[in-house]
C-alpha cells in the first residue's frame, strides 16, 4: 500500500459541491480510472480518501489537497492524468506525490490558508479599514463549538491582509490559520469588515493554497517534496 497526495482545483460549478459530494466524486473518478483504492476494514468499509480542509460551499480554490491510498506502487505522472480523465469540469488535479512513510496525513500537516477575495467597493474606504484591522490587537468573535458558543480573539490568527485594486474589482488577499488549534475562514473576514461600516458586494472567493509550517510557511506540495 502506498499513500499519494493530489493536488487539485476547484473552480466552475464544481464549487458548489459539499464537502461531501466532492469525496464522492473523487472516489468515483478513482474506480473509472481503475485505480486500486485502499478501503477501511469493518462492516462498512470506507475508501481511504481524506481531504486535507473542507472548503465552505461557493467558495473555489486553486490548491486543494487530499490523501489517496492505493494497493500498490504507481508512477505519479499516471495517477494524475488518469484521474483528470474521469473527472467533471472544474475538478482538475495539478499535481500528485508520494508521500514518504514519515510524513504525517494532508490532514494533520496543514497550519495555513490563504484566500482571495474579489470586493466591488470604495477602494479608499476600505483600504482604511484593511489598516485598522492590521493595527488592532483584539478582533473578537462568536464561535460555535461542541461545548456551545466561546469568544476568541482572532486578530493572532490573521498572518497577512493587503488590499490591490484592479480598475472596479478591489482584490483583498489573506494569510490565515487554518488548523486543529484554530481557523479564520473568509465568512468570519467579511463580517469583521462589515462591521466598521463599509459598503462593498462580493463577487468571488478562491482558496489560493494551504500551507504546512517548517521554520516559516510553506505550500502543502512544496512541504511533501522536503525530504
Known amino acids: 500500500m502506498e499513500r499519494y497526495l493530489i493536488k487539485f482545483q476547484k473552480t466552475d460549478l464544481v464549487k458548489f459541491l459539499s464537502h461531501l459530494d466532492t469525496l464522492r466524486t473523487l472516489h468515483r473518478a478513482i474506480k473509472r480510472a481503475k485505480l486500486p483504492i485502499v478501503y477501511s476494514k469493518g462492516f462498512n468499509p470506507h475508501p481511504s480518501i481524506s481531504i486535507a480542509s473542507p472548503l465552505s460551499v461557493g467558495i473555489g480554490s486553486l490548491g486543494e489537497y487530499a490523501d489517496i491510498e492505493l494497493e500498490g506502487d504507481f508512477d505519479e505522472e499516471v495517477i494524475r492524468d488518469s484521474l483528470n480523465q474521469c473527472l467533471p469540469k472544474g ?26 477575495i474579489q470586493l466591488a467597493c470604495n477602494f479608499y474606504k476600505i483600504g482604511d479599514v484593511i489598516e485598522k484591522v492590521k493595527n488592532e490587537k483584539y478582533i ?3 464561535k460555535r463549538t461542541k461545548s456551545g458558543e466561546k469568544e476568541i480573539n482572532i486578530r493572532p490568527m490573521i498572518y497577512e491582509i493587503s488590499l490591490e485594486n484592479n480598475e472596479k474589482i478591489s482584490n483583498l488577499k489573506v494569510l490565515v490559520q487554518n ?8 465568512e468570519m473576514l467579511i463580517e469583521v469588515l462589515r462591521d466598521y461600516g463599509v459598503d462593498f458586494s462580493i463577487f468571488e472567493i478562491t ?21
Not at 107 to 116: D, F, G, I, P
Not at 179 to 186: E, H
Not at 207 to 227: G, S
Open 179 to 186: 488548523s486543529n488549534k484554530g481557523s479564520v475562514n473568509p
Open 91 to 116: 475538478l482538475y488535479i495539478t499535481d500528485c506525490i508520494k508521500i514518504k512513510s514519515k510524513k504525517p496525513s494532508a490532514m494533520s500537516a496543514v497550519e495555513a490558508a490563504s484566500y482571495q
Open 140 to 142: 473578537l468573535r462568536t
Open 207 to 227: 482558496r489560493l493554497e494551504l500551507y504546512a509550517k517548517t521554520n516559516d510557511f510553506i505550500a502543502l506540495d512544496k512541504f511533501f517534496r522536503l525530504p
